[in-house]
């Protein structure tokens, strides 16, 4: 370079001046480079031998690994290295003044930070316990069991764990809401509740007493919880009313039924009554049945048969008859109230009775004139009879009487004769016993016999056993002379049977 120079100046010697100007201006610069180049050169030496000395450190911070870079030979000094401060609460595994482990990190566990509002004060904490109970008591701070706690706004047991609280190292915020005494009278039983609740409604809530709507409670149940409160509850008792069809379950504080009905708006009006009397006392889960009663009043009819009387007429032959007076029935009436209780008829009684129209009697006249006549038998002898009758004849023997034959009395008829053929069984209130009768078709014969069913206008023809002939039709009669005394006649004879006449 210094022979290129040489030879420039030799051949522009016009310009030499200024190159030999320019030439120590650069030689001045040169050296400043070169000392700076030294400098910087001994500075990068100088980290290049630290940075050879760094080693690399692990760290766990509450479970967290973190690689620390040092070239210290304690724990505290990698701590500084790595700007971490220690709180007196925090745990560090191996203690400061140790020696860097070798192969295992460095553990630290930090403490958590609390901020405990209690009983009007503010406290701030720093705990290594696992639970709010734990931290609590580690300060100090004893609880009760109704004692309530609330962790960042939010109710939580005092078992809860602290690290379900805080994900990060932020202090929690604790305030212990101590439980106030309340003490209680329900319906005569006392007791002293410890509460947080802020009415005396929620602390009955909390203590497990159901107040019902009818139950009476003073103070309110909206009060605000304040200590030494004194609460006054009267139970309602339940009851069930059963009423116009409805069920209705209600609590009163009624000491009797009327009450309960009373509370209900349920008025008795007329007859109505309950079950149990409206007087009765209320028990505990009573059911009470409303019995409505209404009374319908109506009228009936009935019927008043008319007497028959009988008048002898002597102008009238025997059993000839005639109605001097149509008998007319009477009536009479009833009111009769009848009683209805929720609907269903109960009972019916006479409320009145009268006779509204009287009967009257119907009048016949009947005869008593005899009248004796004659009657020509088929075999031509002639009879008097004094009295013809209708009747329906029957015929039996001894052996159709009733009576075994070992009977002592077998055969033997009402007036002791031998029952058979001539002797026939009659009414005795119709046919006097030992009349002479004549039966056209069977013959003379003597009423020498009854029977249990020979009555009004029947009578029983009778038959040897050998020659029984079968009889069931109507047929006249002919009551033989002499006719009894006027005393022993029966005027009036019955109209049963009565004949059913076929066309």
Same mark, same amino acid.
């Given at each position: 370079?210094?022979?290129?120079?040489?030879?420039?100046?030799?051949?522009?010697?016009?310009?030499?001046?200024?190159?030999?100007?320019?030439?120590?201006?650069?030689?001045?610069?040169?050296?400043?480079?070169?000392?700076?180049?030294?400098?910087?050169?001994?500075?990068?030496?100088?980290?290049?031998?630290?940075?050879?000395?760094?080693?690399?450190?692990?760290?766990?911070?509450?479970?967290?690994?973190?690689?620390?870079?040092?070239?210290?030979?304690?724990?505290?000094?990698?701590?500084?290295?790595?700007?971490?401060?220690?709180?007196?609460?925090?745990?560090?595994?191996?203690?400061?003044?140790?020696?860097?482990?070798?192969?295992?990190?460095?553990? $630290? *566990?930090? /403490?958590?930070?609390?901020? %405990?509002? +209690? @009983? !009007?004060? #503010?406290?701030?904490? =720093? &705990?290594?316990?696992?639970?709010?109970?734990?931290?609590?008591?580690?300060?100090?701070?004893?609880?009760?069991?109704?004692?309530?706690?609330?962790?960042?706004?939010?109710?939580?047991?005092?078992?809860?764990?602290?690290?379900?609280?805080?994900?990060?190292?932020?202090?929690?915020?604790?305030?212990?809401?101590?439980?106030?005494?309340?003490?209680?009278?329900?319906?005569?039983?006392?007791?002293?509740?410890?509460?947080?609740?802020?009415?005396?409604?929620?602390?009955?809530?909390?203590?497990?007493?159901?107040?019902?709507?009818?139950?009476?409670?003073?103070?309110?149940?909206?009060?605000?919880?304040?200590?030494?409160?004194?609460?006054? $509850? *009267?139970? /309602?008792?339940?009851?069930? %009313?059963? +009423? @116009? !069809?409805? #069920?209705?379950?209600? =609590? &009163?504080?009624?000491?009797?039924?009327?009450?309960?009905?009373?509370?209900?708006?349920?008025?008795?009006?007329?007859?109505?009554?309950?079950?149990?009397?409206?007087?009765?006392?209320?028990?505990?889960?009573?059911?009470?049945?409303?019995?409505?009663?209404?009374?319908?009043?109506?009228?009936?009819?009935?019927?008043?048969?008319?007497?028959?009387?009988?008048?002898?007429?002597?102008?009238?032959?025997?059993?000839?008859?005639?109605?001097?007076?149509?008998?007319?029935?009477?009536?009479?009436?009833?009111?009769?109230?009848?009683?209805?209780?929720?609907?269903?008829?109960?009972?019916?009684?006479?409320?009145?009775?009268?006779?509204?129209?009287?009967?009257?009697?119907?009048?016949?006249?009947?005869?008593?004139?005899?009248?004796?006549?004659?009657?020509?038998?088929?075999?031509?002898?002639?009879?008097?009879?004094?009295?013809?009758?209708?009747?329906?004849?029957?015929?039996?023997?001894?052996?159709?009487?009733?009576?075994?034959?070992?009977?002592?009395?077998?055969?033997?008829?009402?007036?002791?004769?031998?029952?058979?053929?001539?002797?026939?069984?009659?009414?005795?209130?119709?046919?006097?016993?030992?009349?002479?009768?004549?039966?056209?078709?069977?013959?003379?014969?003597?009423?020498?016999?009854?029977?249990?069913?020979?009555?009004?206008?029947?009578?029983?023809?009778?038959?040897?056993?050998?020659?029984?002939?079968?009889?069931?039709?109507?047929?006249?009669?002919?009551?033989?002379?002499?006719?009894?005394?006027?005393?022993?006649?029966?005027?009036?004879?019955?109209?049963?049977?009565?004949?059913?006449?076929?066309?």
């Amino acid at each position: 370079m210094a022979t290129d120079a040489s030879n420039f100046m030799d051949r522009f010697p016009d310009r030499s001046l200024t190159l030999r100007r320019w030439i120590r201006g650069r030689w001045r610069f040169d050296a400043s480079t070169v000392i700076l180049l030294l400098t910087l050169s001994a500075l990068v030496a100088m980290g290049v031998g630290y940075f050879h000395a760094l080693k690399p450190i692990p760290l766990e911070i509450n479970g967290q690994a973190r690689l620390i870079w040092s070239n210290q030979t304690t724990v505290a000094g990698v701590l500084h290295d790595a700007s971490i401060t220690l709180f007196p609460e925090d745990r560090i595994t191996p203690s400061l003044h140790a020696r860097i482990p070798v192969n295992q990190p460095i553990t $630290i *566990r930090l /403490a958590q930070p609390i901020q %405990i509002q +209690v @009983d !009007g004060n #503010t406290l701030a904490w =720093r &705990t290594q316990s696992s639970t709010i109970y734990a931290a609590l008591k580690e300060a100090g701070i004893l609880l009760k069991t109704e004692d309530r706690i609330w962790a960042n706004g939010m109710i939580v047991e005092p078992s809860l764990a602290l690290a379900r609280i805080a994900e990060n190292p932020a202090p929690i915020s604790l305030t212990i809401q101590r439980a106030v005494p309340l003490e209680v009278n329900d319906n005569g039983a006392r007791t002293t509740l410890y509460t947080t609740a802020p009415t005396i409604g929620e602390a009955l809530r909390q203590a497990g007493l159901i107040v019902y709507l009818g139950d009476y409670v003073r103070p309110d149940l909206g009060t605000p919880i304040a200590p030494g409160w004194q609460v006054y $509850i *009267r139970r /309602a008792r339940a009851a069930t %009313i059963l +009423v @116009d !069809g409805r #069920t209705i379950r209600t =609590r &009163t504080l009624g000491e009797r039924v009327a009450d309960a009905l009373a509370q209900e708006e349920i008025e008795l009006a007329g007859k109505d009554y309950t079950i149990p009397a409206a007087t009765e006392k209320l028990d505990e889960n009573a059911t009470i049945q409303v019995m409505r009663v209404r009374e319908d009043f109506v009228t009936e009819s009935e019927y008043i048969a008319y007497e028959t009387l009988w008048r002898p007429d002597p102008s009238l032959e025997i059993d000839q008859r005639q109605t001097a007076q149509t008998g007319v029935p009477g009536v009479k009436k009833r009111t009769i109230r009848i009683t209805y209780e929720n609907g269903r008829e109960t009972r019916r009684t006479v409320d009145r009775e009268w006779i509204e129209a009287a009967p009257i009697p119907q009048i016949i006249h009947y005869g008593t004139k005899i009248v004796k006549r004659e009657l020509t038998l088929p075999n031509g002898t002639t009879v008097t009879y004094w009295r013809k009758l209708r009747v329906l004849a029957t015929s039996y023997t001894a052996a159709t009487s009733g009576k075994a034959r070992s009977h002592p009395e077998f055969g033997i008829t009402a007036i002791g004769m031998r029952a058979g053929f001539g002797v026939i069984a009659v009414d005795s209130k119709v046919i006097n016993l030992r009349s002479k009768v004549y039966v056209p078709g069977y013959g003379t014969a003597i009423a020498g016999d009854t029977g249990g069913s020979i009555k009004g206008r029947r009578i029983d023809l009778g038959y040897d056993e050998w020659n029984l002939a079968l009889w069931y039709k109507w047929v006249d009669i002919y009551l033989l002379d002499p006719p009894p005394a006027a005393d022993q006649i029966h005027w009036i004879i019955p109209d049963t049977p009565r004949e059913r006449l076929t066309h």
